[in-house]
């Protein structure tokens, strides 16, 4: 699916105007490169039905209450959000520790065993830490070796548009913990918030789900190009601003909204 | 907080079991009533602190959640000392409050969760419940039945 070249014309132009006074997330809260490779392990389809505090902080909702909620559990029992910790997790620990009130986290069975697999991976190959798996990418993002192709071993990371694996290097990256020698590799993270702009901005067309992906991820590559910013960058300007406002990039194409989930699918 | 004879027995028969290390555990409960004892691993094996092993602490929500309870107490026990929080259960207790990714101020990482401490030091009261904040510890009545 290619993208319109008019569309992308008016995306580059809006995206420049709103990344003047962007301030990219730190990530501070994040504590380790664990906590960070297992909440985005099941990072997908959190089935949250309102927004929630937690700790005093937010309100938040979807994926970034999944976040808060795991950061939680990870500051009250620290190394929590380790492989040590995780493997055989039963899914009503993942279900006690998600609940926010009364909301409860979509399939913890599926994440407990996404979570299983990565932490048999992580002790198998890699001493049991992310940092060791971090270390073995050689500061590769793509490639042989890279650290994309690393965690693609994995079950929760096996997305072939390598959503999880872009925004969890993007959170190593930003921390401090993953030099990244390859940055013409990065990608945006396609998911149902960036597919929603793309395809309401007219930047992509209409389709199935695995279409609409790969198109917004390969238009968001060329417009980060042509905005000249970096696409991790792109990706959380989107992301924040994009959550509240459907329309932040343009409605030319009209009220449209992603197509919907295939059924089981654990990638976005 | 209402505990039964049962429990109150519990905690220290596992803190005499421990002993010279400090033991530790969760207490579920329902409606302000400690319901059940859950064991975890002292992850410091010493005598002089404790810190739940985050392995079991993760596990025991788990079992929590099975049996229909909230975290209602965090127990340790003091081996050679009062019955009361020391500064490094303090500590523990609280964590930086951030407002802007600026710290200013402690707040409790467990709000509401009473902080029950078994001592084998031979004082008048061998538990007591405390409740922690950044400006005091106050003490819980822990009514026995």
């Known amino acids: ?268 | 907080m209402r505990i039964s004879k049962e429990i109150y027995d519990e905690l220290l028969a596992h803190a005499r079991e421990e002993a010279p290390n400090e033991c530790c555990g969760l207490i579920g409960g329902t409606d302000g009533v400690a319901r059940t004892v859950y064991r975890a691993r002292n992850a410091e094996a010493s005598p002089l602190r404790y810190n739940l092993d985050p392995n079991d602490q993760i596990r025991i929500y788990g079992k929590m959640e099975q049996n229909g309870e909230e975290l209602a107490a965090i127990y340790h026990s003091h081996t050679a000392s009062p019955a009361y929080p020391s500064q490094t259960d303090i500590n523990l207790a609280l964590m930086d409050r951030r407002e802007e990714g600026k710290v200013v101020g402690k707040e409790q990482i467990f709000p509401g969760v009473i902080y029950l401490i078994a001592s084998l030091a031979g004082g008048e009261k061998p538990l007591r419940g405390f409740e922690i904040s950044e400006d005091e510890v106050r003490e819980i009545e822990l009514i026995v039945e």
């Open chain 1, 1 to 268: 699916m290619a993208t319109d070249p008019d569309a992308l014309k008016r995306v580059v132009t809006r995206t420049k105007k709103l990344a003047k006074d962007y301030e990219p997330p730190t990530f501070d809260e994040v504590p380790n490169p664990d906590a960070a490779l297992f909440l985005a392990a099941i990072d997908h389809q959190t089935g949250y039905t309102e927004p929630h505090m937690v700790d005093g902080q937010g309100p938040y909702e979807g994926s970034a209450l999944l976040w808060a909620l795991g950061l939680r559990a990870e500051r009250r029992a620290p190394g929590a959000l380790t492989a040590r910790s995780l493997l055989g997790v039963p899914a009503e620990a993942i279900a006690a520790v998600f609940r926010a009130g009364q909301d409860n986290l979509h399939d913890p069975e599926r994440r407990a065993k996404l979570w299983d697999d990565l932490a048999k991976g992580i002790l198998k190959s890699y001493g049991g830490q992310a940092e060791q798996l971090i270390e073995a990418s050689g500061g590769k993002l793509a490639g042989p070796g890279g650290a994309l192709v690393r965690l693609s071993e994995f079950d929760a990371f096996a997305d072939p548009l390598r959503k999880k694996a872009f925004l969890l290097c993007k959170i190593w990256e930003r921390r401090g913990w993953f030099e990244v020698s390859d940055p013409e590799n990065w990608e945006v993270s396609s998911d149902n918030i960036l597919m929603r702009l793309a395809l309401r901005s007219g930047l992509v067309p209409e389709g199935d789900v695995d279409q609409v992906r790969e198109a917004t991820r390969d238009a968001f590559k060329q417009v980060a190009e042509q905005a000249k910013i970096s696409p991790p960058i792109l990706d959380d300007l989107l992301w924040e601003k994009g959550r509240e406002d459907p329309d932040l990039i343009g409605d030319e194409a009209g009220d449209l909204t992603e197509p919907s989930r295939r059924e089981g699918v654990v990638f976005y």
